[in-house]
C-alpha cells in the first residue's frame, strides 16, 4: 500500500474524507495527538486500525465527532447525561472524551466489547472538517505503533505508519502534545480515567466529585480490563529503556551524571541543563508542565533519533494540575520503574 501524505488544503479535505467513506484509513491532525481514523459505525474498517497499529483489540477506541448534536444524530449513546452537557458546554470543542452507555450503532470493535462508548469533539479544525465531510463519527487512537510514543507531526505519523494506510493528512504540529483527559460518566460517581489538557481540578469545579482512577497512577491489576485508551501496563515508550528518578533537582543531575557514558541520556528541564554532562532534551522550565506535556513523545521519539541511546533518565514529575497527565505517561513508559533516591 502506498502512504499519500496530503497537504492541509480544502481538496485534501474532501479526499481524506472519501477514503473513509469508503472503509480506508487515514491519519488526521487534533489539538492532543494525530488520530488514525476510520468510519467509527463500520465494525470492518475501524478492525484495520488494529491491524495497523498492532493493537490488542481488548483496547478501545475513542469516536469523534463535528458537533454536540452528531451524538443524537448518529444514535451514539443511549441517552446523554445532564453531566456531560455541563462538561461539553465548558471544555468542548477541546480536549475532553466523555465515556457513556454505547448506543446500538457502536460496533464491538470500538467498544472491546465494553457496554460503554467513549466520544469527543475536537477542536482542530482540520480534524472537524474532515469529519463533517465524511458525514460520519470517526474512531480515532494515536496514529502510532502500538506502544511506541504517540504521534504529533505527520512525519512522526509517516515514520510508523507508511505503506499501512491510506493517508495522512498534514495539519501541522499538535499543540496540546498528550492525548485527551477521559472522564467515565457511565457509573455513579464521575471518574477521571486517563488525565490530559482537561485537569481533574477543572473537571471538580464543573461536576464537583470527581473520583481518581487507581489505574492512572499504578498498573491495572490482573485480569482487570481496560475502560479506557492509555490504562495498559506498558505505553508511550520509545526503544531506549525509561527509568524515572524521584529526587531532588541535585539528586537528579548528580545521579546522571554517574552514570553518564554514550548509551545515556536526560529527559530534563532547562535548568538542569548547565549540569548535566551527557546528552540531553529539555522539556522546558522545570514547572512548565503544558510545555512539558506539549513536547513529552517528540522528545522520547528524538531520543531514539540519536541511534546509541540504551537509557533514558528523567525526574518523576508533579501530580497537580497538567502535570498529573506528564506523570502519567512517564510512568508507563517506563513500565513503572522508579528509582527512588530519596530512600538511598
Known amino acids: 500500500m502506498k502512504t499519500q501524505l496530503f497537504t492541509n488544503t480544502p481538496e485534501n479535505i474532501i479526499k481524506t474524507a472519501e477514503i473513509l467513506k469508503k472503509g480506508g484509513l487515514a491519519a488526521i491532525p487534533t489539538e492532543t495527538v494525530y488520530g488514525l481514523a476510520a468510519d467509527a459505525l463500520n465494525g470492518e474498517a475501524v478492525a484495520k ?7 490488542p483489540m481488548d483496547n478501545p477506541l475513542i469516536v469523534h465527532v463535528a458537533e454536540f448534536e452528531d451524538i443524537e444524530r448518529f444514535a451514539l449513546v443511549r441517552e446523554i447525561p445532564e ?4 462538561l461539553a458546554k465548558v471544555f468542548w470543542p477541546g480536549p475532553l472524551t466523555i465515556i457513556m452507555k454505547k448506543g446500538g450503532v457502536i460496533p464491538d ?8 462508548v467513549a466520544i469527543r469533539l475536537p477542536s482542530h479544525p482540520s480534524a472537524r472538517a474532515i469529519i463533517k465531510a465524511a458525514d460520519t463519527p470517526l474512531a480515532a487512537p494515536s496514529a502510532n505503533l502500538s506502544g511506541s510514543p504517540s504521534p504529533t507531526t505527520a512525519q512522526h505519523v509517516m515514520n510508523d505508519m507508511d505503506g499501512k494506510i491510506d493517508a495522512v493528512f498534514d495539519g501541522g504540529a499538535c499543540g496540546v502534545g498528550v492525548e485527551s483527559t477521559v472522564i467515565t460518566l457511565a457509573e455513579d460517581t464521575p471518574r477521571l480515567l486517563r488525565p490530559g489538557k482537561v485537569t481533574l481540578e477543572e473537571l471538580r469545579e464543573v461536576l464537583g466529585e470527581v473520583e481518581l482512577d487507581s489505574a492512572v497512577l499504578n498498573k491495572l491489576k490482573d485480569g482487570q480490563k481496560a475502560a479506557s485508551p492509555g490504562m495498559k501496563y506498558k505505553h508511550y515508550a520509545p526503544k531506549a529503556n525509561v527509568i524515572l528518578l524521584k529526587c531532588t533537582d541535585d539528586e537528579f543531575t548528580d545521579y546522571v551524571n554517574r552514570c553518564g557514558g554514550s548509551g545515556v541520556a536526560a529527559l530534563c528541564c532547562d535548568e538542569d541543563v548547565e549540569k548535566l554532562c551527557v546528552k540531553y532534551i529539555s522539556l522546558g522550565k522545570r514547572n512548565d508542565y503544558e510545555a512539558h506535556a506539549q513536547r513529552l513523545f517528540d522528545s522520547l521519539r528524538r531520543i531514539d533519533g540519536y541511534g546509541n541511546i540504551v537509557t533514558v533518565y528523567t525526574r518523576l514529575p508533579s501530580t497537580d494540575g497538567v502535570g498529573l497527565a506528564v506523570y502519567n505517561r512517564l510512568i508507563r ?12
Open 49 to 55: 486500525i488494529f491491524a495497523a497499529k498492532g493493537r
Open 83 to 86: 453531566a456531560a452537557k455541563k
Open 109 to 116: 470493535e470500538v467498544s472491546a466489547g465494553l457496554d460503554t
Open 333 to 344: 513508559a517506563a513500565g513503572f520503574e522508579v528509582i527512588d533516591l530519596e530512600k538511598s
